[in-house]
C-alpha cells in the first residue's frame, strides 16, 4: 500500500520540542547522528531566542542545554559542531560550573547537628558578643563555661552561633559599634552636658532675651546654673570655664567630670574651651542640627519652661536669676526623677521623720515638695 503524504505547516526551528528528535534505529552510529543533530537544533534554537549581535551572550539555560548535548555528543564531535559559535573549553567551562555544580550543591545534605546547644546558650553567646565587641570567640566561650550552667560550649560554637545571627568577628564588630551612644556609656560617671537656652524678659526698654547656660551630670542629673547674661561674650565665657574649674569649689571639678558634651553654638568662645582642656576636660561637639545628641539638657530647659518661665511676667534680669535657680534647686533636691528609678538627685538627710505630712512650695506654689516633717 502507498504511504500518503501530507504537506503539513512546519513549526519554526526555535519551537521543535526536543522530545520529538529521536530517530528510529538502534545501532550507535544512529545513536551518534541522533546526539549530534540534538546538539545542532539546540544551538540554532537559542542562536534564534538570542537575536543579539556578536559577541554571543547566553543565558545560564542556554549554557545548560548546549553543555549538557555537548558531553553526550562527545567533546571532540562538539567541537567540530560549535564552530563559529563558541570555543570548547567554554562549553566545558558551562559544564563543569554550571551542570556538575548545580548537580552537587542539590545532592549535598544539610548537616543539622545532632548536640544542638539550648535557645538560652544561644541567646546568651548573642548577648555577650553585643554588650562586649571586644570579646573573641575564646573569650566569650569562657566566660560561658565559667558560669557553669550545665553545659560547655567551644569557640567554634560561639563562631557559627554568631555566623547565624550575622554578627561579624570582634574586630569589625568592635569597628561598627564605636557610635554616639557608646561613647555615652563609657564615660557616664564622668560625662556632662551643658547648652544655651534664651528666655524673654521685659525691661524698660522692652523685651530682651536673656541666655541662660546650665551644666547637667548625667549620671545623677544633678544641674547647675553656670550663667545668665545678655550677650556673653569671650570674657564673660572664659570667666566662667574657670569658675566651673577651680581647684576646690569647681563644679567640673568636685563631680569629677572629665567629658563635656555641648553643641556647636558660637557663644562657646575658644577662650572658654581652652581653659576646659588646659583643666583637663574634653569637650565633645554632638552632630549638626542633632539635638537628640543632648537630650538630656534639652529635656530640662523644657521643663523650665513649661513649669516656670511660661507662667510669669519676668521683669528684669534678677527676677530671671531668681526663677531659674528656685527650680535648679527644685530639681536637685525636690523632684523624683524616672531616669533615677523614682529618686532625687540630693534628697534632705533627715534621721528621723514624723507622721505628719508637710508640704513644701517654691514660687507661689508652683513647685510642690511633699514629705513627713522630722520629729
Not at 559542531?81 to 558551562?94: D, E, N, P
Request: glycine share 6%.
Amino acid at each position: 500500500m502507498p504511504i500518503r503524504s501530507f504537506n503539513l505547516p512546519r513549526p519554526p526551528i526555535h519551537e521543535i520540542d526536543m522530545r520529538l528528535c529521536i530517530f528510529p534505529g538502534t545501532s550507535e552510529r544512529e545513536a551518534a547522528l541522533r546526539c549530534q543533530v540534538d546538539l545542532l537544533l539546540v544551538v540554532i534554537k537559542h542562536l534564534v531566542d538570542e537575536r543579539a549581535p556578536k559577541p554571543l551572550r547566553f543565558s545560564d539555560e542556554a549554557r545548560r542545554d548546549i553543555a549538557t548535548h555537548a558531553q553526550a555528543v562527545g567533546w571532540k564531535a562538539a567541537a567540530v559542531l560549535l564552530v563559529g559559535v563558541c570555543a570548547l573549553t567554554t562549553v566545558q567551562g558551562w559544564f563543569k560550573h554550571v551542570v556538575e555544580r548545580a548537580t552537587r550543591t542539590a545532592k549535598r545534605k544539610t548537616h543539622t547537628g545532632g548536640n544542638r546547644l539550648p535557645p538560652r546558650i544561644r541567646k546568651l553567646v548573642r548577648r555577650m558578643a553585643i554588650d562586649n565587641p571586644s570579646w573573641g570567640y575564646d573569650t566569650i566561650a569562657n566566660a560561658i563555661n565559667g558560669l557553669d550552667i550545665g553545659r560547655t560550649i567551644s569557640d567554634q560554637s560561639v563562631g557559627n552561633i554568631l555566623k547565624e545571627y550575622g554578627i561579624p568577628p570582634a574586630g569589625e564588630r568592635g569597628a561598627r559599634r564605636r557610635r554616639w551612644r557608646h561613647f555615652i556609656a563609657a564615660h557616664w560617671h564622668t560625662l556632662a552636658s551643658c547648652d544655651f537656652t534664651s528666655i524673654p524678659v521685659l525691661t524698660l526698654t522692652g523685651f530682651r532675651w536673656v541666655n541662660v547656660l546650665v551644666f547637667m551630670h548625667l549620671a545623677t542629673r544633678r544641674v547647675h546654673v553656670a550663667c545668665i547674661h545678655q550677650q556673653p561674650d569671650d570674657v564673660v565665657m572664659a570667666q566662667v570655664a574657670r569658675n566651673l574649674t577651680m581647684a576646690d569649689t569647681g563644679w567640673l571639678t568636685v563631680n569629677g567630670i572629665t567629658h563635656l558634651i555641648r553643641d556647636r553654638d558660637g557663644k562657646f568662645s575658644d577662650p572658654f574651651t581652652d581653659i576646659l582642656d588646659k583643666a583637663g576636660v574634653t569637650t565633645r561637639l554632638t552632630p549638626v542640627k542633632a539635638p537628640n545628641a543632648n537630650a538630656h539638657i534639652e529635656r530640662w530647659f523644657r521643663s523650665l519652661k513649661e513649669y516656670c518661665t511660661d507662667l510669669f511676667w519676668i521683669v528684669g534680669e534678677a527676677t530671671l536669676r531668681h526663677v531659674v535657680h528656685e527650680y535648679a534647686a527644685f530639681h536637685n533636691t525636690e523632684r523624683y526623677h524616672q531616669g533615677l528609678g523614682g529618686q532625687i538627685p540630693d534628697p534632705p538627710e533627715v534621721k528621723v521623720w514624723g507622721d505628719v505630712i508637710h508640704r513644701k512650695v517654691r514660687l507661689g506654689g508652683l513647685l510642690s515638695y511633699y514629705h513627713r516633717k522630722a520629729a
